[in-house]
């Protein structure tokens, strides 16, 4: 689909960074964000742990607060979106994630920072989070053209692994030199630099995109966009291999910080160099994405990515002490490298086969469904830490990741090359374009 409300932009020889002045800006106000949210990755648990005293189940309820709020209203959110212009969404929510970080700090230099607050603000600053997610997967397919979203996908997966590796390292040094609620400071100023960013883009999505969506009611809405991922046979395994993948993703990361530091003896900056290591994986597999799809096709990439690069997964919990540590980095950073690269796979298939009406309601259904375990995962490795101890529990949900999939590998996604390019419609409706 074309882009509306300002000249067209071709990507290039400079790449979309040099000419598309909108995306550089998108670009720039995503970045920022995702290296505050990997320094609140590493500082929440931290300031739960070293400064509250937590333990493991404490520190897995903080991580399902953040993001409960899919279950909650993540089904809704998408119909909502797609009443309104993503873009004021957006700034909206980065707005209130603004607000919310700077009065963590606050709170402590008056005594009053507490357990229960952190949990608040994880569960509102998740609130947020569904809302900006949603309108941002909905509104940048209007940004690009199809010719350029390949390059757009990889270009904010990559940048946004890199902007997770500095905010790790960045959390855990300044929770070493300051203290981890200081480093809420810095999550507050990117989420103002987001807002200048996006605050700044010029282009304005099509009137009638929002005004299409008001002709049925909110829970018609809400059923289009759970029928379109319940039926179709290329949406429906991969938001279920997303619910499974996320359970044991997040059953492991919620406790791995508790690893680290009471399994392994590593100190709170030895934890954030260690997990932005991992993350290193993230660029990799941003940079390996598009190789792979010209070489193997779109679907046995996907799977390549997803299933082969999990099974390393098996080697974090065997971690100890001194280069024992080793093992922990090619684990993590084996499972990112797969994460990101089949972000980019998945990521540009579900925008050029959904239809530009139905981008927020897929994006908020898939995402319910997917994102919804995650506080399920969060609080298994919190029970499981709880009662196994931190090793145990990162051995079990880790197994979870390659074994997560197989739903892709049983499906049609594992059964032919590459994913279709769009949807065809019948009589009855809309039905999926076959596999080329």
């Excluded at 607060?65 to 969404?89: E, F, H, K, T």
């Excluded at 998740?126 to 997967?137: C, K, R």
């Excluded at 690009?144 to 946004?160: C, D, F, V």
């Excluded at 997803?306 to 084996?334: D, K, N, Q, R, T």
Aim: proline share 6%; net charge positive; charged share 10%.
């Amino acid at each position: 689909m074309s882009r509306r409300g300002g000249p067209p932009h071709a990507s290039g020889r400079g790449g979309l960074l040099r000419t598309h002045g909108d995306f550089r800006r998108l670009w720039c106000g995503e970045t920022t964000g995702k290296f505050g949210a990997s320094v609140t990755s590493v500082s929440m648990p931290l300031i739960a742990v070293a400064t509250l005293n937590a333990g493991p189940f404490t520190v897995g309820l903080l991580t399902a607060a953040s993001w409960a709020p899919w279950l909650l209203i993540g089904l809704p959110a998408g119909a909502w979106v797609d009443r309104l212009p993503r873009r004021p969404v957006m700034l909206a929510a980065a707005a209130v994630s603004l607000v919310l970080f700077a009065a963590l700090p606050l709170a402590a230099s008056t005594g009053r920072l507490s357990v229960p607050l952190l949990l608040a603000v994880a569960l509102l600053t998740g609130t947020a989070a569904v809302f900006f997610q949603t309108a941002y997967t909905a509104y940048l397919p209007t940004l690009l053209a199809p010719e350029e979203r390949a390059e757009g996908n990889a270009k904010l997966q990559g940048s946004a692994s890199a902007a997770q590796i500095a905010g790790l390292g960045t959390g855990g040094l300044i929770a070493d030199l300051a203290g981890a609620v200081n480093a809420m400071y810095v999550n507050a100023a990117t989420f103002l630099v987001s807002l200048l960013c996006l605050g700044r883009i010029r282009h304005r999505e099509p009137r009638g995109t929002a005004k299409a969506a008001r002709t049925t009611s909110l829970v018609g809405e809400v059923a289009d966009g759970l029928r379109l991922v319940a039926r179709d046979p290329w949406l429906r395994p991969l938001t279920l291999f997303g619910a499974a993948s996320n359970l044991a993703l997040m059953g492991y990361q919620s406790i791995q910080v508790v690893f680290l530091v009471r399994g392994v003896g590593v100190g709170p900056g030895g934890v954030g160099v260690l997990v932005a290591a991992t993350s290193v994986g993230g660029v990799a597999g941003a940079f390996l994405a598009r190789g792979a799809v010209d070489r193997f096709g779109t679907a046995r990439a996907l799977l390549l990515f997803e299933l082969g690069f999990a099974i390393p997964a098996l080697l974090m919990p065997l971690a100890f002490g001194g280069a024992g540590l080793a093992l922990f980095v090619a684990g993590g950073f084996s499972v990112t490298a797969g994460v990101v690269a089949g972000n980019v796979i998945a990521s540009g298939f579900r925008q050029r086969y959904c239809p530009p009406e139905l981008r927020g309601r897929l994006a908020a259904s898939a995402a319910f469904l997917a994102y919804g375990t995650i506080p399920l995962g969060a609080l298994l490795g919190g029970t499981l830490g709880s009662v196994l101890g931190p090793r145990a529990a990162l051995a079990l949900t880790s197994a979870g990741v390659p074994l997560a999939a197989l739903i892709l590998r049983f499906s049609p996604i594992g059964r032919t090359r590459d994913l279709p390019l769009g949807r065809e419609r019948t009589a009855d409706g809309p039905a999926p374009a076959a596999a080329s």
